[in-house]
Structure formats: structure tokens, C-alpha cells
């Protein structure tokens, strides 16, 4: 299953399996609708931040303006006003502390041709930088991990409201016997994150040269 229908799938068994939870502080980051769901009420999803799926729906008509808290990490109190699912109506909002930072869940390469890189969508983000290197090539560098030369195959390419991102095309293919690898980088994240990821011991990965300019 292509991981954008996979996350369709789980934002509806979402809406089907919050339908019972009581009103007490729903949590998430607030953002726009960026996925259809069936309920067709909401105004906002709260976005789970350890996970990147929409938790919960909201719908601010006649209650608490929730578009000063856009890319907020809050929890939210008011009743379930949903008709077909749950959808709650916010009575107070309080900015919180993200128990998480913002992940990126996904990257694939399409059957296309040329090929197409893709990846889910990241919570809040703005726009992406995509950078192609060479396999074997990211090596340790002291306190960072360097990534050798790549090559630059998006720059600020933005991010629409939809589940997944449909990245650049990449006419070039590996030399016989050699592998390339993706990076992506998203701007415009709470927590200021721009990096292309950590090792499993927290070094940044940094390209040698040939980087996105920033």
C-alpha cells in the first residue's frame, strides 16, 4: 500500500475510533485541514506531534478563533458538536509544551518515469529543500556526519494542504553497481529545526558541498 493512501487509512480509522472520547484537554499542534475526511465540519485538525497524523477535528464556528494558535502546540477543552464524527467545539485553548519534536515519517521514490520523490507531509512546515548524495558517502566528521558532495533537486519547494508531497523528478540514474540517496530538510517548523536529520547519537548530518542555499 503507497504510504499516502496508508496515512488515509489511519486518518479514518482515526475519526471512527475517537468517536467515544470524553471532553478533557485534546492535544495536538493546530493546523489547516490537509487531508478530506467524511465528517466535513472541521476547521482545524490537532495534530498528534510524535506521530505527524491528525488526532483530532475542530470546529471554531461560534466558539474560540483558532487561527491565532496555527502551529500552536495546545490543549483544547469544549463538547463534541460532530454530526457524522467526532468534532470538537473549543471552549478554552492553552499553549503547551510538545511532548515530542516534529517527526518526518516518510520518504519514497515513485514508479514513474523519471522516478519522483515524495514524502508525507510534516506537521506545520512551510517548504523543503531535497538533496540527492551518492551511496556509500555520509561518513562521520568529528562532531557531525558528513554527507560528501550533492546535488540540490528542490529549493523551497512549498507545501501544499494535502497528505503528501509531491517532490521533484530525478532524470539521473546511478552509475551500475553504486545507490543514491534523499534528503529532505522542511522549513518553518516550531522548534526553528532546519537540519536534514541526526545520526542515532544526535550528529547532524551536513552535506560537503552542493547543499540547497538556505
Known amino acids: 500500500m503507497p504510504p499516502h493512501f496508508h496515512r488515509f487509512v489511519l486518518l479514518l480509522a482515526l475519526l471512527f475510533a475517537t468517536s467515544g472520547v470524553s471532553s478533557a484537554a485534546y492535544r495536538g499542534y493546530v493546523e489547516l485541514p490537509w487531508a478530506p475526511t467524511f465528517c466535513q465540519q472541521e476547521s ?5 506531534p510524535c506521530t505527524g497524523n491528525p488526532q483530532y477535528l475542530l470546529d471554531d464556528r461560534g466558539a474560540v478563533n483558532m487561527d491565532p494558535y496555527l502551529c500552536e502546540y495546545v490543549a483544547v477543552d469544549g463538547p463534541n458538536v460532530g454530526i457524522e464524527c467526532q468534532v470538537i467545539a473549543p471552549l478554552s485553548v492553552l ?9 518526518f515519517t516518510g520518504l519514497w521514490i515513485s ?9 508525507d507531509h510534516v506537521t506545520c512546515a512551510v517548504s523543503h529543500d531535497v538533496i540527492r548524495g551518492d551511496l556509500p558517502g555520509p561518513s562521520p566528521g568529528g562532531s557531525t556526519i558528513d554527507l560528501g558532495r550533492v546535488s540540490c533537486l528542490a529549493n523551497d519547494l512549498p507545501q501544499v494542504a494535502w497528505w503528501y ?10 552509475p551500475l553497481g553504486s545507490a543514491y540517496f534523499y534528503l529532505v530538510r522542511a522549513f518553518g517548523l516550531p ?6 536529520g541526526h545520526s542515532s547519537d544526535g550528529q547532524e548530518e551536513i552535506p560537503f558541498s552542493g547543499d540547497c542555499l538556505l
Open 44 to 48: 482545524h485538525f490537532l495534530t498528534d
Open 95 to 103: 499553549v503547551s509544551q510538545p511532548p515530542c519534536p516534529i517527526p
Open 111 to 119: 514508479a514513474e518515469t523519471p522516478p519522483r520523490v515524495n514524502w
Open 165 to 174: 508531497v509531491t517532490g521533484p523528478s530525478d532524470p539521473e540514474f546511478p
Open 191 to 196: 522548534s526553528g529545526d532546519t537540519t536534514y
